[in-house]
């Protein structure tokens, strides 16, 4: 299962990009990465599980190798929900297994929510899920407020994107996640990061 092929589903702004393994028969299983992190996260993972089956490894917009949003556009956790609507659809699944990580493990919790007759089974890895409770309503709305203003205070000072060199861009990864491994942050990279001449 060391050997994957690249797909490339249109979406009205651009593609949804995702990498496949295994036998395409087999019994599909959807992978969904976590928050600012890519397909390349399940590279480790894909050849320990069961070789029968077809895993999808798909970006969400705006990670890995996927388009970008337009400009100004914000990323909504539901619209994370529609992304996984939208590849589903392009490889025909009406029935299969979601795997999700973190971020993305509350994504397929909330798809599984709301198309149960598509999910035959949920796995999550290190997710949260996504109920809310009553108690919690506060602190989520000045979350969400916080959110926006932080999104306002970026567009406002928008510069073009520093350059490091590759070295650096893996010491600034690793120092961001503490819980990454070196390899794991090179891994995360090659699909996380694109190289232009001047880094």
């Known amino acids: ?30 992978c969904l990465h976590g928050w600012l992190d890519n397909a390349n996260t399940f590279d480790k993972l894909i050849p320990l599980l069961p070789r029968g089956c077809y895993y999808v490894a798909m970006d969400f917009s705006g990670h890995g190798l996927s ?36 971020m993305g493990g509350a994504v397929a919790a909330m798809f599984t929510f709301l198309y149960p007759e598509m999910v035959d089974k949920l796995i999550l890895l290190e997710s949260i899920g996504f109920l809310l409770a009553p ?14 203003d932080r999104l306002l205070s970026l567009e406002a000072k928008q510069q073009t994107p520093k350059a490091r060199s590759p070295e650096a861009a893996l010491q600034r990864l690793l120092e961001a996640n503490s819980h990454l491994t070196a390899e794991g942050g090179a891994i995360l990279l090659q699909r996380g990061a694109t190289e232009t001449p001047v880094g």
């Open 1 to 30: 299962l060391a050997m994957f092929s690249e797909l490339k589903f249109p979406v009205p702004w651009g593609h949804v990009a995702a990498k496949a393994w295994g036998p395409v028969e087999g019994h599909p299983v959807l």
């Open 67 to 102: 388009s970008h949003r337009p400009a100004g556009c914000l990323y909504h956790f539901l619209d994370y929900v529609t992304d996984v609507c939208r590849v589903a659809a392009a490889l025909q699944w009406r029935r299969f297994t979601l795997m999700g990580h973190s």
């Open 135 to 148: 108690e919690d309503t506060e602190a989520w709305l000045k979350y969400k407020r916080r959110v926006i």
